[in-house]
């Protein structure tokens, strides 16, 4: 089970990351504090960073867990974001996280790729379960994660580590989505 490099929803073309992408995930999101807030890594201080972040998006490709999509939209070319299918040993489930270009938030562009990989997901045979977690004050988040049809299971205490906001363990909900 591997996922292909392109999935086509209405507005977006989610396509495997290439090197020539850098300057744009730059400068559409991985510089800002703001969207990085929630997420385990600090905002980029140049364009050099955000490259190896894309190299090792490109490299995730050649491995057998960790797909990281580059959402773009069809109309402009313009990139909307980025969405990490996460595959695992068992499975019966998949996982997927995600960060949004600043400029193209509230524009439903996020919840349209999530669907996208709820519904190739659940075309694998065996996948019955699609999980996300999110920090519990991420509310932009939850609510994508709730339009795209996923139920918020619980509640995980002291979770995962969010650097740009406290050295300390922080909550997180479980969301999923089950066939
Ligand atoms: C989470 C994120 C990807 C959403 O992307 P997006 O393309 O804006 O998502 P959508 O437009 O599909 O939906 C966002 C929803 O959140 C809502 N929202 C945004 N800010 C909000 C706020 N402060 N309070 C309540 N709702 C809010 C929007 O109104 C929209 O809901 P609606 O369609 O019911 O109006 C984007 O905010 C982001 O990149 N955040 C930073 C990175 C991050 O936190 N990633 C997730 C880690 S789990």
Redesign the pocket.
């Known amino acids: 089970m591997k996922p292909p490099e392109q999935i086509e929803t209405e507005r977006l073309l989610l396509r495997k990351p290439r090197m020539d992408d850098a300057p744009a995930v730059f400068s559409g999101?991985a510089k800002y504090p703001?969207?990085?807030?929630?997420?385990s890594w600090r905002p980029h201080e140049n364009v050099t960073q955000t490259e190896g972040l894309v190299k090792r998006s490109i490299d995730g490709w050649d491995g057998e867990t960790n797909f990281r999509y580059l959402l773009e939209i069809k109309e402009s070319g313009e990139l909307?974001?980025m969405i990490e299918l996460r595959l695992e040993k068992e499975t019966f489930k998949v996982s997927f996280?995600?960060?949004?270009?600043?400029a193209?938030?509230?524009?439903?562009?996020?919840?349209?790729a999530v669907r996208a990989c709820i519904d190739w997901a659940f075309q694998q045979s065996g996948v019955v379960r699609v999980y996300?977690?999110?920090?519990v004050d991420?509310?932009?988040?939850q609510?994508?994660l709730e339009?795209a049809g996923m139920q918020r299971e619980g509640l995980l205490r002291k979770e995962s580590i969010r650097p740009n906001m406290d050295p300390e363990p922080r909550d997180c909900y479980m969301y999923a989505i089950v066939k």
Request: hydrophobic content about 30%.
């Open positions: 999101w703001e969207v990085t807030r929630f997420l909307a974001g996280g995600y960060t949004g270009a600043y193209q938030w509230g524009k439903g562009y996020m919840t349209e996300a977690t999110t920090d991420n509310i932009p988040s609510r994508v339009k």
